[in-house]
Structures are given as structure tokens and as C-alpha cells.
């Protein structure tokens, strides 16, 4: 067992650093030029973009549209606070909070629609719609251009009593708060559902694939960092007095985008480093070099500069600089040209699914009159296709003969313009690939769909959760390391696939050999009762398609395999049964030895010379 | 009506520009706004010092033109193989420079460019008395998408252009200098803003902020349109001018929520836009 990272063998370092930071900044800070009401700012900033950076760091949604969310939950707590709907301070922010979340909840179900920047786009037009909304149609709540003023400070007298005035009084009751947002926030990012967020980053179709319902948990995020949003906005009103009405403007919105971009995307704590560097450059720039009004001018220079050549933000920038310094050795190892693939000592079955009356009737998957047309091109034609259980199936035929085409209507990645597929008893016609997926049919892709920016076992981690917890599950406080069987699953599709000892690699790092392994794994680690391999040996040397068959066979224990591949001689190997499509239809089937020797594939093979 | 036409007009212009630049170079160029922003400077500057209207209209377009140029070789050029959020980020930051630049040099206060003698006054259209610059920028703007037209679908750099909002990498491997084809197409699309700036700006005073709605509006044109689509800006800006002048008449505060229904609708029926192609997203 190789040693747990460190993270892992200090559980609340970073919560313990963070508390400790955040006590003794007030007795820094001032020292270095930093008037208390300048870092409640930071506060109520870094607590803001929290939810961003879950959001935009971890899950890979860049929204221009944040302040939707800042200014519906600052004015819904200012004005419950200022109509003495409520009088208490902290129960009008969680008011505010959740009203932030459902909100959330509506502009996520419309922006989440699209992808990139659609999505960049239609966020910011609904933020700016919710500007004008705030401008004239609400101002009878909203106070229209002037905002609400008299937003009281909080005054708690449940077990203590502690009445918050302002400067270092407030800081107390901020620090406090952004000391709730980040545990909650780090919890998030160490549950199945961070873990699930990451790989989203990375590949959403492959998500998808592997069983997990990728739109469900965008929306999470989205109304998680809304939620956010939400609290930070009340907050401005709190710390203010009084609820400004360019909370909801788009500059708000840019400010938090650019604070985040400064300290660093995807680390939690970027946001709150870019909002000290924003403020402290903008105190800085106007009053000590009286630059006046071109302070942001100088700031959005900085900001080009800064994307331009410092990647990862300033905490990207200080990892960089760390690693250069102190880990110059450790840097990893370039990956070997060609992997040998460890011989599997022990026979690790990872178990198939077996669901009820499904082996009785003896067929696994039967596809009947299977179509596909692009525009004029006949893909795939009336193909009639029957697997039994625990089969080795090979497909074969010429480049176009529409194999590919054929594993993505099974696995529901593409509608079939007519026909009806029939998997385990059930009619999955119409599916999607996600509930394809976890009734227990998936594949393995021709080209890798990997999640480049994680290791090997968090790749393999993203798989098997799709199993062990269905396709969506609001699990957000849990944590990752606690799912039940989660780490046994993992250590077998590792031990399987001959990965065990590049299990902390990053898959960027992989031989291609090791990543057509992975490819496969992931597959594996769903635990699927029929895998479909499309072209599992493709690129790979003759010597790991031989390791490679070797694996494919053990894998094959217990399961019903559907193999495409050009190798012949390899399938001819591996498979009991060949079907060959040609030209979309399938033009023979047989044992290998048929087919070898049918002169009717030959002649599909060569091209349609006719001997007389 | 008419002010729906005159303003769906400039959507419809600047838009195109905003959807050129995506389709070919596949970059969101949050500066958009702010080239249309620089377009009406440009040309204030011009007219002040020449006096002539025509020669503002030429120079604002120029300006803009030469500054996207610059703009892509610089920095945009860079950030083709970086992942869109990046480009997203530094466009989104240049837009800031440009904006807080023009507020250094030319304060906050506003400018207007007066209408050119000749088309000063109102007309009589029978049944209503109308400006008549406003008239004109119609059949100016006209004019110029007709250009762009001619450009993007009769000339070989269109075709080019054509082929690589289908597929960018195909043209590319055709040997085909992409690179040189980038930059004139983003500075064309530029123009398309600053144009649209400049014969704006006898219409709407200028300020150094008026990029940024219109920019939004931009957004919601393109999202109703299809993004990548020069007939869909067209549509979309012509849709999106009537919503929003209509709305205004009955209720100013209106307009907005109403300009924002339409783009829900138009993605609950078709994500990809009325005259989105499928080749991107």
C-alpha cells in the first residue's frame, strides 16, 4: 500500500489553518496598511467567490451572470431586515440564501441547456435582465436606484450575547461566516459529488457515460455557488448599512470573475487572495498615486498580463514557484514507451451485475431491424443481432462497415432511426446513455475518453461511483473515502487492469498503452453485466496486444463481451463467435474458424474482385 | 416600428461582427461592445477635427479595423490553443482597458455627434413624421450588411471564411494561411462594431459604459439567432429590435424581461438558435 496523500493524513489541516489565519489577521493586517472595513470587503468577496470557484474552478462552468444571485439574496435579506419582517440578522441571510437557490435553481435550469460559452452568455444576459428588474419593475421593494438603506447589524442573544457593531466587531462576525462557507465548501469538494463536479470539468460526455447524470449535478453547483452568492450579498448589506443596487450589476458579476482569475481558479481560496490583491491595488493606486479614476485602467492591464502569463493565478504562480524550488526530483517520471502489462497474479473478479429473472431466459441483448441514416448515408441497415449470456462476441468488418455506429445505438449514445434494441428483458430503445449505463451496458471508447487532469484513481473512482451510488445522489456532505466498497472496487479495476502501481499518476502522464488500459477500466469499474470494447488494441504494440488479449480473457470471466477490433488474428484469438458487418448490414456470422476461412469475407476484405 | 427597425438595424450589424469572429476563429470577444464603444469615439474625433460626417463614418470604421487587427496579433493570436474560459477571461479584461482608457482620456461625461446637414429635420412617411437620420441609418446599416454580405458570400476570403465556421481544421489542412484569414476576419468583425459605433453616435450620446449593453444585447441576438450564423445575427437583430422597441412603448422596465422571455423561448425550442448550425457548439 503506498502511503495516503497528505491531505489524507491530516484531516482538518486546512480548516485548522484557515481558522488560524482568519484569528490572527486582524492583528497583521493593519500593519500592513489594511483598514478593517477594506478586509470585511475581502470577506464578503472571498465568501462569494467560494461558491464561484465551485463552480467555475472545479465544475468548469465560467458564469459572467453572479450577480443575479449576490443581489436577490442581499436585497431579500435587506428588506426582510428593513420592513421588520424579521429581526434577526442571521435568519434573514439564510432567507436570503435560500430564496438566492431557488432563483438558482430556475436560470440554471435555462443557462444549463447550453455548453462553453453559450453558457457564459446566457448568464450574463440574465443577470442583466435581473438588473433592470431590480431598476424599475421591483423598486417599490428594491428602492429602484437608491437600494435600502438601514440595513441593521446583526444583534445575537441565543445562548450569547453578542451584538455586532462595526470595523474589527464585524470583522469577528464575517470571519465567522467565511469560516462556515470554506468547511462546507472543502466538505463539498472531498464527497462523491466534488469528485463527480471535477471529472465533469474535464469530460461532461464521458460523466455521462459512465452512469452519472451530468445535467443534475451542474445544477447542484449552480445553485450551490447561487446559495453563495446569496449569503455574500446579504452580507454586503450588513457590513454596509445599506443594500447598493449595483450589486446586481454586470460589473459585479466581472469584479468576482477577475478576483477569482488573480488568486486562482480551483483552489477555494484564489477568490479570496484576488479580492485582498483587488482591494489592496485600489486603495493603493488612488491614494497613495493619486491615480483617480484610472486606477482600473492599471488593474485591467494587470489582469491581461496576468492571464497571459501566469496561467493558474497567483496561487498557480506560488505552486509553480514551490515545485521549482523545493521538488525539482520529484517532478514524474517520463512514462516507459511501451508498458509492460504486470501479469495478473491473483484472478481479481470484479463482479458483474446480475440482475433478477435476466439469466433464465439465456439472451443478455437482442437488436432487432436496427437503422441508421445520416442524411442520404445509410449507416447501419436493418440489422437483426443477438448476444446470449456470458458470450464472447467479435465484431468485424471493413473501415465504414458501420461498427462504431452500431456500439453507439446500443449503448444509446445515438438514436437509431428505427429498430428496437432489448437488453436484459427490457426495451432500452430511446434511452439515454446515462440509464443504459446503469442498468449495466456500457463501452469502452475507440479513441480515450480519460479525465486527462485526474489520477488513475480518481478516474477509476468517477467509474465505480457510478455503480455504487446510482446516477444522481445528493450526497454533498459525505465523504469520498466513506462510500461503502468504494475503495475495494477502485484497488480491483486497478489490480485488473495492471495499473495498481501508476494508481497516483496523472492520466496526462500515461503511456498510451497504460491510457488504452484505463480506457477499458473505466469501463470495468461501472461493473457492467455486457462491456462492449470498440477497438480495445487499437495503436498498440504487438507485444501489448498479446498482454492485452491476456487481460481482455480474464476480464471475460463472469461477463458478456461484445469486442470490435481490426486485429484478426488477436479477435480470432480471443472470441468464441464473429459477427462481420459490411456496408451497414451484417453480412455472415460464425466461430473463428468459419470466418477464416468464408470466402464471402475475403472478398468483402480485398474488394469485390470476382475470380471466374 | 421604426425605432425597432433602426435599432434591430445596428444589432443586426454589430451582432454579425460578435458572430463572424466566433465562427472563424471560435473566440468570444467580450471587447465586442467596446469596439462598438471605440468605433464612436473614433469617429467624434474625426468629425471634430475634419468636420465631415462622412469622413467620421471612415474613420471610425478604420480606427476600429486597424485596432482589432492589432488587437489579434498581439494578443488573441496567443490564446487559440488555450481553452475558451481563456479567452473568454483576456477579452473580458481587454474590454476593461479599452473602456477605462477612453474614461481616462475623455472623462465620463457624454459626446454627441451631430446628424450631417442633409439628413437633419424629420420626414413626413404619410402617416407619421420620422428623423430623418434615423432613416438613413437604416439604409446606411443596409448598406453595410450588404457589403458583408457581398464579402462573406462572393469573394474567395468569404469562402474561406465559410468553410472555416463549418470546419476550421479542414480549411486549415487545405493550406490554406488561417492565420493571415484570422486576422482580417477579426478585424472586419471589429469594424462591423465600430461602424455601427460611429453612425450610432448622432442617435445615442456617448458614453465610455454604452458598449457594455449593447454587448448584452449583442449576446441575446446571438443566442436567438444561432451563434456562428451571419443570416441568424440578421434575424435575431431584427427580432430583438422590434421586442425591444415595442415593449418600450407600452413599459420601459419592460423591455429587458421581455428581450430575455424571448431568448428562454427561442432555447427551449431550438437550443442551437433559430439558424444555429450543428457542426459547433
Known sequence: MKPAPRSQRRPFLVEGLTALGLIVAPYVLPHLGFAPNTVNQILVWGLFGLGFDLLFGFTGLLSFGQSAFFGSGGFIAAYLLTQDMIASVPLALLIGTLGAMAIGVLVGLIALRRTGIYFAMITVAIAEMFYFLENSPLSAWTGGENGIPGVPTPKIDFLVSWHVGTGWSMYWFLALCYFAGIVIALRIVRSPVGAILSAIRDNPLRVAALGHSVGAYKLTAFVVAAGYAGFAGGLLGVLQGFMPPDAFSFDTSGQLVMQTAIGGVGTLFGPLLGATVWLFLSDFLQTALHLGSAWKLVLGIVFVLLVCFLRHGLIGGFKDLHRLIFHRAEIDVEAPEEAPVPVVAKAVALPARHREGDLDSGTILTATGLSKRYGGLLANADIDFTVKVGELRGIIGPNGAGKSTFFKMLTCEVPPTSGKIVFEGRDITGRSVTEVCQLGLTKSYQVNQLFSRLTVRENLTIAALADLRGKFRLDLFSNLRKVAGLEERVEQALELVGLAARADTMVSALAYGEKRRLEIGLALATSPSLLLLDEPLAGMSPRERVETVQLLKSIAKGRTMIVIDHDMDSLFELVEWITVLQEGRVLTEGTPDQIKTDPVVREAYLGGVHEP | ?281
Not at chain 2, 24 to 31: F, I, R
Not at chain 2, 249 to 268: E, K, R, S
Open chain 2, 1 to 281: 416600428m421604426f425605432n425597432g427597425l433602426v435599432l434591430g438595424a445596428l444589432l443586426a450589424l454589430i451582432s454579425s461582427g460578435l458572430t463572424i469572429i466566433y465562427g472563424t476563429l471560435g473566440v468570444l470577444n467580450l471587447a465586442h461592445g467596446a469596439m462598438f464603444m471605440i468605433g464612436g469615439y473614433a469617429g467624434y474625433l474625426t468629425f471634430t477635427a475634419t468636420g465631415s460626417f462622412l469622413l467620421a463614418i471612415l474613420g471610425g470604421a478604420l480606427f476600429v479595423m486597424v485596432l482589432g487587427i492589432v488587437m489579434e496579433r498581439v494578443i488573441i493570436r496567443h490564446f487559440y490553443g488555450r481553452p475558451h474560459e481563456d479567452q473568454i477571461l483576456v477579452t473580458f479584461g481587454l474590454s476593461i482597458v479599452f473602456v477605462e482608457a477612453i474614461r481616462f482620456s475623455f472623462g465620463s461625461l457624454s459626446y454627441s455627434v451631430p446628424p450631417p446637414p442633409w439628413a437633419t429635420g424629420v420626414t413626413s412617411l404619410g402617416f407619421m413624421l420620422y428623423p430623418t437620420y434615423r432613416l438613413v441609418v437604416v439604409g446606411i446599416v443596409a448598406v453595410a450588411l450588404l457589403a458583408l454580405y457581398l464579402v462573406l458570400y462572393r469573394t474567395r476570403l468569404g469562402m474561406i471564411v465559410r468553410a472555416g465556421i463549418e470546419d476550421s481544421v479542414m480549411v486549415d489542412s487545405l493550406g490554406i494561411n488561417v492565420f493571415r484569414v484570422f486576422m482580417v476576419v477579426f478585424g472586419i468583425g471589429a469594424m462591423a462594431a465600430g461602424f455601427a459605433g460611429i453612425v450610432n453616435a448622432p442617435v445615442v450620446s456617448l458614453t465610455p459604459d454604452m458598449g457594455e449593453m449593447i454587448l448584452v444585447q449583442t449576446f441575446v441576438v446571438v443566442v436567438i439567432g444561432g451563434v456562428g450564423s451571419f443570416p441568424g445575427a440578421i434575424l435575431g437583430g431584427l427580432i430583438a429590435g422590434q421586442i425591444l422597441s415595442i415593449t418600450s412603448m407600452i413599459n420601459p422596465g419592460y423591455a429587458y424581461v421581455m428581450l430575455f422571455a424571448a431568448m428562454t423561448l427561442v432555447l427551449l425550442i431550438r437550443p442551437r438558435g433559430l439558424m444555429g448550425l450543428r457542426s459547433r457548439d
